[in-house]
């Protein structure tokens, strides 16, 4: 990646730079920080696909992981790291399988300015360091779960001009 004078970062330069989006949001896809969120129900409801009875006060699960990563809602592999899934085959996929900030009323109010900084600090630091694969062992998988996911093994090398 190349822009500007490597001093600087417009936001012009900083909005072309759209295979970053891609990247950010396949990281957010791919391992989404937050697993799933919870939602209390206010009334009795029905689920439509399946008629499933429930129940004013039950507690639903929206699991964001799971959703990431169903085949049937995702035409590229969803097991691939394939940021170029957002600019081609996956760009129209549902709504409702890619939600890392939420959804509705209470979704994140903070995404603007973390998908905001998460550009910048990426962009910024590829103007300066090139990143290269950490290796086998180093970025070997897994991931630790708990609220939130972690990656477990996962490692890069920085080299500096
Ligand atoms: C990558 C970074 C972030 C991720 C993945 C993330 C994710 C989330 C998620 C999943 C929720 C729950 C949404 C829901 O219930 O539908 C949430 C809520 C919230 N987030 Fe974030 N967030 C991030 C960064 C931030 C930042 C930078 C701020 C503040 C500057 C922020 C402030 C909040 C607040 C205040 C709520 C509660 C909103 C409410 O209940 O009305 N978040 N976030």
């Known amino acids: 990646m190349s822009v500007g004078d490597n001093q600087s970062l417009t936001l012009h330069e900083l909005d072309s730079l759209v ?4 990247v950010i949001n396949e990281t957010l896809r791919f391992y989404p920080v937050v697993q799933g969120i919870f939602r209390t129900l206010t009334v009795d409801d029905r689920l439509p696909e399946n008629n499933v009875q429930l129940y004013k006060g039950d507690t639903v699960v929206i699991p964001f992981n799971t959703l990431a990563h169903d085949p049937r ?26 939600m890392p900030f939420g959804g509705g009323h209470r979704q994140c109010i903070g995404q603007g300015l973390a ?4 550009k910048v600090i990426i962009a910024r630091m590829l103007q300066q360091v090139t990143f290269g694969d950490g290796g086998p062992k180093v970025n070997s998988g897994g991931f630790v779960t708990g609220l939130t996911i972690t990656p477990k093994n996962v490692g890069v090398t920085i080299e500096f001009p």
């Open 19 to 22: 295979y970053l989006d891609c």
């Open 73 to 98: 809602y995702w035409s590229i592999d969803p097991e691939r790291f394939a940021p170029e899934r957002f600019l081609d085959e996956d760009k129209n996929h549902h709504p409702c399988v890619f």
């Open 115 to 118: 998908r905001f900084e998460l």
